[in-house]
C-alpha cells in the first residue's frame, strides 16, 4: 500500500482509524470485555479484512504489518474507543459516516490490489468486498453475532458496487486517483442513503417482513 | 486442480455447486438473511475448505481463485437456493446426496494435494477432512451454529476414511482414477449410511444419549 | 521450529500436548461432542496460533506439519481429554499450570519468530499474542462461547508482556535460551497470579464489577 497516492493514503489511513474506533465500540456495547479485549477487537476489526485479502492473493507479510501506522492508528482507535465508551453514544452520526469511508476506501483498494496480482475479475470483487467486510465479520463472529454484513441494512452491496467500478476502470485502462475516489464516493453515498431509509437487499421469497420487520437474527437478543 | 482427470474435475465442479446451493440453504433456514448474506454463504461453504487447504499448503492464489467455474458454479447454487429456497425442502433428498459428493470428492482431491504439496501424512489426512467440511464450519460459525462436523451423524469420519484410502494408495503407487473414485465412494457410502441409520461417532464415556438425545448442542435451541 | 534448543522445543512440545488436552476438555465440557469433534478441537486449540502465525509471516507449510511430533501430541492430548473427559475434573489444577505453560512458551517463540522473519516490533507482539492465544480463540469462537481471552482473567497481557521481554532481548542483543526462559517464567507467573487471585484487566470506566461481576459474557448461560 505503500505506493498509494496521498489522498488515497490518507483515506484507507483514516478508515483504518474509523474501523478500529468503531469496531472496539460496537465490542464494548455487545459484551462486557476488558482493556485488552476492546483494544484488541477495534484492531481485528481495522485490519482483519486487509489481512484475508493479502494472506489470499500471496502479499506476505500483509500491508498492514509492514507499514506501522496502520497498527498504531488501529490500536489508537480501540484504546479511544474504551476510554471514551460513555461519550462515543453521542457520537453516532460521526462514527456511522466515518466507518462508511473505511468502507468505501477498503472495498476499492481490495479490488484494485487484486488486479495487481493478477487475480481475475470474479475474485477481484471478491476481494474488494472482503476487504471492506471482512474485519468487522470477524469481530462480530467472536463476539457471538450474527456478522452485520449478512443482516443489516446495505452493506455489502456498496462495497461490491465500489469493487466492480474499480474493476471497470482498471480494465478500461482509466483507473487513477479520480476513478478511485469516484468509486468510493458512490460506495459511501449507497451506504449512507441505506442507513438514512434503513433499505435493505431483497430476502428470500416467502420470508418477508412479516417474518422478522426489525432485520434482527436470534444474536441480537442478547 | 487444473490438471485433474476430466471425471474427477466434473466431480469436482458438481461438488462445488452442490455445497453451494446446500450452504445457501442450510443458511436461509436458519437466519434472516437477504440475497448478498445468502450468495455469500453460499460460496464461503463451497469454497472455504479449499481455500483454507490452499492457503496452508501454499498454493496461492487457490485454485477456485484462478478457475472462474469454481466461482461461477458456487455463486449459481448460492442464487438458486436464494430463488427457490421454499421448494427446495421438498429435494432435502438430492441436496442430502449432492452434499455427500461435494465431501466424499472434495476429501479425496484435499488430502492427493496436500502430499502433491509435500506434506506429511497426518497433514494430508488433516487438510483432507478440512477441505471436506471447512466450508460447511464457516458457515456454521458465522450464523452461531455449533457446527455440523462437531455434533452431527457420521460427517468428518467417512471425509477421514476417503483421506485415508487416498493417501495410503498415493503411497503404494497405484493412485489414478479409479482408487480416487473408489475412495470417493467409500466416503459417499458411510456418510449416506450414517444419515440413514442416524448413527453417530462415540461420545465421551458417561455423557451419553441421556444427556441429549437428540445429540444436538445449545445452539440448536434458536 | 527445528531449531530451537533442547529445553525450548520440549517446553514448546510440553505446551502442544498441554494445549491439545486442555482444548479438548473444554471442549467436551462445553458441548456434546463425539470423538472426532473432541480430538479436532484439541488439536485446533493447540496447533491454531502457531498456524495463523506461520501464515501470516510466510513460513509454509506451518511449522507444526513438518514436525510430526506436534500432530501426535496434540492428537492424543485430545484423546487422552475424550477417554478420561470425567476423571480430569479433579485435575484441574495440573491442567492449568500445563496451559498456562503452553501460554508462555508460545508467546515467547511467536515473537521471536515473527523478529526472525523480519517483521517490526508491534506485528511481532500481536503475533506473540496470536500464537498463545489463537488456537483457544478459534475453537471458543467453533464451540460458540465468547472466547476466554475476550473475559476472563487476565490471559493476553502476560503473553503481551513475554512478547515484549523476546522482542527486547532480541533488539539488544542478548536473547538466547536464559532470556527466553525468563520472558515465559514472567509470563507464567503473572497468568497464574491472575487465576489464583482472580484479577482482571481494566474494564471500561462506567461499566464495572456492577454490571457484570462474574466478568461473564451472555455465552456462559448456555
Redesign the interface.
Known amino acids: 500500500m505503500g505506493t498509494q497516492p496521498p489522498l488515497l493514503l490518507a483515506l484507507d489511513l483514516t478508515g483504518t482509524f474509523a474501523f478500529g474506533l468503531n469496531g472496539a465500540l460496537t465490542a464494548?456495547r455487545a459484551?462486557?470485555?476488558?482493556?485488552?479485549?476492546?483494544v484488541?477487537?477495534g484492531?481485528i476489526t481495522a485490519l482483519g479484512g486487509g489481512?484475508i485479502r493479502d494472506?489470499?492473493?500471496?502479499s506476505?507479510?500483509?500491508a498492514t504489518?509492514?507499514d506501522?501506522r496502520y497498527?498504531?492508528l488501529a490500536a489508537g482507535g480501540g484504546l479511544l474507543a474504551?476510554?471514551f465508551?460513555?461519550h462515543l453514544d453521542r457520537l453516532e452520526g460521526p462514527i456511522t459516516v466515518l466507518d462508511a469511508i473505511g468502507l468505501s476506501v477498503f472495498a476499492v483498494i481490495g479490488a484494485s490490489k487484486a488486479l495487481t496480482?493478477?487475480?481475475?475479475i470474479?475474485?477481484a470483487l471478491?476481494l474488494g468486498v472482503v476487504t471492506g467486510v471482512g474485519g468487522g465479520?470477524i469481530r462480530d463472529?467472536?463476539?457471538?453475532?450474527?456478522?452485520s454484513?449478512?443482516?443489516s441494512d446495505l452493506y455489502?452491496?456498496p462495497a461490491?458496487v465500489a469493487a466492480g467500478i474499480t474493476v471497470v476502470a482498471i480494465q478500461t485502462g482509466v483507473y487513477g486517483l479520480p476513478a478511485a475516489l469516484g468509486a468510493a464516493a458512490v460506495c459511501f453515498a449507497i451506504r449512507m442513503l441505506g442507513v438514512h431509509l434503513e433499505l435493505?437487499?431483497?430476502?428470500?421469497?416467502?420470508?418477508g417482513p412479516e417474518?422478522?420487520p426489525s432485520?434482527?437474527?436470534?444474536?441480537d437478543r442478547?
Do not use: C, H, K
Not at 141 to 147: A, D, Q
Open positions: 464494548v459484551v462486557q470485555l476488558d482493556v485488552v479485549g476492546v484488541a477487537l484492531m489481512v494472506v489470499l492473493i500471496g506476505i507479510p500483509p504489518f509492514v506501522w497498527f498504531a474504551f476510554v465508551s460513555r496480482y493478477g487475480l481475475g470474479g475474485p471478491a465479520t463472529t467472536l463476539i457471538g453475532r450474527i456478522p454484513v449478512l443482516r455489502a452491496i461490491l435493505n437487499a431483497p430476502r428470500p421469497p416467502g420470508r417474518a422478522d432485520g434482527s437474527g436470534p444474536a442478547e
